[in-house]
Nanobody
């Protein structure tokens, strides 16, 4: 499975972004997909997951602000991020089945 992450950028506090993780070579319906982030000088942290069955899970400070979803036909998983805060600034990565990683996309929240 090869993954292409996109959708990052710079946004003001309170703004929104939607990240995409598109798969090639295989679909995503048979796998769990996780979104991680790594802020500068900090350890990587898990922020959201979608299971094979479509159940969604959220971790830490993103609860209530981030939404993970998938489009099986498009072989893509999305992370909708609302009410962004400066503390959300990080490189975001998608991971499939604990095995395959996307290349990361930078999210910067700053006024």
């Amino acid at each position: 499975v090869q993954l292409q992450a996109s959708g990052g950028g710079m946004v003001q506090p309170g703004g929104s972004l939607r990240l995409s993780c598109a798969a090639s070579g295989s679909g995503l319906s048979d796998y769990a997909v996780d979104w991680y982030r790594r802020a500068l000088g900090k350890q990587r942290e898990l922020v959201a997951s979608i299971t094979r069955g479509g159940r969604t899970l959220y971790f830490g400070s993103v609860k209530g602000r981030f939404t993970v979803s998938r489009d099986i036909a498009k072989k893509s998983v999305y992370l909708q991020m609302n009410s962004l805060e400066p503390e959300d600034t990080a490189v975001y990565y998608c991971n499939v089945d604990g095995t395959w990683w996307g290349q990361g996309t930078q999210v910067t929240v700053s006024s």
